[in-house]
């Protein structure tokens, strides 16, 4: 059963914006904070940010003032809003728990270059 899918990614060029989704099943969305996490080329994954049921968030010191993550628990949804892209936000994008307690989905590709 898939758990996690993401959506919503795609090239742009540097200052653009992109929003991603991802779509998780409501056992999981309802009982855990959410959080999106990147994996450039040659790196190790990273977190992005985090939201709470609660609606508390946190942010990569990276992507503060430029990201935005939301949820809508009606439609066990997160976004990520990205705005401002550099290329070096060119990775695969992710979502989990912040626990990262669920197997990982297939991400979605993020490009940013001119």
């Known amino acids: 059963q898939v758990q996690l899918v993401e959506s919503g990614g795609g090239s742009v060029q540097p200052g653009g914006s992109l929003r991603l989704s991802c779509v998780v099943s409501?056992?999981?969305?309802?009982?855990?904070?959410m959080a999106w996490y990147r994996q450039a080329p040659g790196k190790g994954r990273e977190r992005v940010g985090y939201?709470?049921?609660?609606?508390?968030?946190d942010y990569a010191d990276s992507v503060k003032g430029r990201f935005t993550i939301s949820r809508d628990n009606a439609k066990n949804t997160l976004y990520l809003q990205m705005n401002s892209l550099k290329p070096e936000d060119t990775a695969v994008y992710y979502c989990?728990?912040?626990?990262?307690?669920?197997?990982w989905g297939q991400g979605t590709q993020v490009t940013v270059s001119s």
């Open positions: 989990n728990t912040l626990s990262q307690s669920t197997s």
């Open positions: 409501a056992r999981i969305f309802s009982s855990n904070p």
């Open positions: 939201i709470t049921s609660g609606g508390l968030r």
